[in-house]
């Protein structure tokens, strides 16, 4: 075969390979909760990264700070949220360099997430996630979140994943408007438990953030207190003969 039939037969074979997509995720984190509180938003998540069903990372930082004035926290497939990132840093510096006094807001980061996503999924190549976008500008407390197909909602209080689930009845129950900084840590640390107790993914080592109009914050890891010797966890088994 000579130099040039080969090089076509390879431009062929290129050509006529299949695209390739993310069909399940590899390394991916659990649930996000978020509330507003009376300053600003409240945010938080565990530090597991699981592969599969091995809970492999134990130090992985799930919430991120975007420009001044947003905050945002991840669920999903690690590596499309690091990629994620990467688009916002583009953002946030093509915004910066206009330098004309004004900087995007948490509402339009979370619009700009779900045209992503959205646009990704009608790729058939999404971003594996569900993101949680709060912030606070001019005053103005937001929250919201958007899912891997671009379905996007605000509310006074969001969870991804497990939580969404586990952690939603907890907040509508508890949540109120003038919550303060304390109160709304302990309902965030009530869902974190719950989940803990009841989400096989979820890591006793977990971080709160929260965001202001001075910043964000986002704090050490920590662990929660926990108690293991309910009658539930010691034969859960019991009443359930045949089921599986």
């Not at 909602?153 to 939580?163: I, L, M």
């Not at 309902?187 to 979820?202: F, G, H, T």
Request: with cysteine; proline share 3%; net charge neutral.
């Amino acid at each position: 075969m000579s130099l040039s039939e080969s090089n076509q037969a390879q431009h062929n074979s290129l050509l006529s390979s299949d695209s390739q997509r993310t069909l399940y995720p590899y390394v991916t984190g659990t649930s996000v909760v978020a509330l507003k509180y009376k300053d600003g938003i409240l945010m938080a998540a565990d530090m597991g990264g699981s592969y599969g069903s091995t809970l492999r990372y134990k130090s992985v930082e799930r919430m991120k700070p975007v420009g001044k004035h947003s905050l945002l926290g991840a669920s999903g497939e690690l590596s499309d949220f690091q990629e994620l990132l990467r688009y916002l840093d583009e953002l946030i510096l093509y915004d910066n360099m206009w330098d004309d006094g004004n900087s995007l807001g948490p509402k339009e980061v979370h619009n700009y997430l779900t045209r992503v996503m959205y646009n990704r999924r009608n790729k058939f190549n999404p971003l594996w996630n569900t993101l949680v976008l709060g912030g606070v500008k001019n005053g103005q407390k937001y929250l919201g979140t958007v899912t891997m197909i671009g379905v996007h909602f605000e509310d006074n209080h969001v969870a991804t994943g497990f939580g969404n689930h586990l952690a939603r009845p907890i907040l509508r129950d508890e949540w109120h408007e003038n919550l303060s900084f304390e109160d709304g840590v302990k309902i965030l640390e009530k869902c974190m438990r719950v989940l803990l107790y009841r989400d096989r993914s979820a890591v006793n080592k977990l971080q709160i953030a929260k965001i202001t109009e001075e910043g964000v914050t986002i704090s050490q890891p920590y662990s929660l207190k926990t108690f293991w010797g309910f009658s539930a966890f010691q034969n859960p088994t019991v009443g359930a003969e045949g089921s599986w």
